[in-house]
């Protein structure tokens, strides 16, 4: 079946930028997302992008998609604390309505 | 809009007890979804809905889990008897699901402790 892998853990400074990275397996992706969850709450969409793009900006965010290596990463520019937050990649197979989330990433961000 | 609607907030119960989690989704989505998110990992699907009918309940431990949406709205999740293990939080999700990007929007969650 899919399977989607992140790294667990991520620390940086207010100010800097943030590099969320993100592997799938299905080929067949044809969305891929990225949602944010804070503590207590549900997901929330950030971004998506569609495969057949390999970057999409949207003001601070921008997504790059190298699917040759099924490799997805989120760039956060100037982090801020408020930016601090666990981040999922998650992506849709063509054809039928199944998204899978990864493992998430949690972002903290360091005054 | 009030979003997706979830209830209760916060649920403990004792091992084999029965439990009951409550979704109403976005007005107009067709599609549901329940997923169980486990601490320090990802959701997991339970199960989807497409209006009223379950299209993929692979993942639903169909001896203790049960499901339902009636009018292809609202939808009920139901675990008895709960164990242990089932303690997560559950989230329920709906979609305007077509030929473009599948958007998910999310309720709040519904957390689980099981004593």
């Known amino acids: 079946g899919e399977d989607v892998e992140q790294s667990l853990f991520l620390s940086v400074r207010e100010g800097d930028s943030s590099v969320i990275n993100c592997t799938y397996t299905?080929?067949?992706?044809?969305?891929l997302y990225w949602y944010k969850q804070e503590p207590g709450a549900g997901l929330q969409l950030l971004t998506y992008?569609?495969?057949?793009?390999d970057m999409k900006q949207d003001q601070r965010l921008t997504v790059l998609l190298n699917k040759k290596d099924k490799h997805l990463s989120l760039r956060i520019a100037d982090t801020q604390t408020g930016d601090s937050a666990i981040y999922f990649c998650a992506d849709h197979s063509g054809g039928y309505q199944k998204v899978t989330f990864g493992t998430g990433t949690k972002l903290q961000v360091i005054p | 809009e009030a979003g997706v609607v979830q209830s209760p907030r916060y649920k403990i119960i004792e091992k084999k007890q029965p439990v009951a989690f409550w979704c109403n989704p976005i007005?107009?989505?067709?599609?549901l979804y329940w997923y169980r998110q486990n601490l320090g990992q990802g959701p997991e699907l339970l199960i989807r809905?497409?209006?009223?009918?379950?299209?993929?309940d692979s993942q639903l431990p169909k001896d203790r889990f049960s499901a339902e949406r009636l009018k292809g709205v609202d939808s009920t999740l139901k675990i008895q008897p709960a164990e242990l293990g089932d303690s997560a939080v559950y989230l329920c999700a709906s979609s305007l699901s077509g030929t473009g990007a599948n958007v998910l929007t999310f309720g709040a969650g519904s957390r689980l402790t099981v004593l």
């Open positions: 007005s107009g989505h067709n599609t």
């Open positions: 992008i569609f495969s057949n793009m």
């Open positions: 809905y497409e209006n009223e009918e379950a299209v993929d």
């Open positions: 299905d080929s067949s992706s044809t969305y």
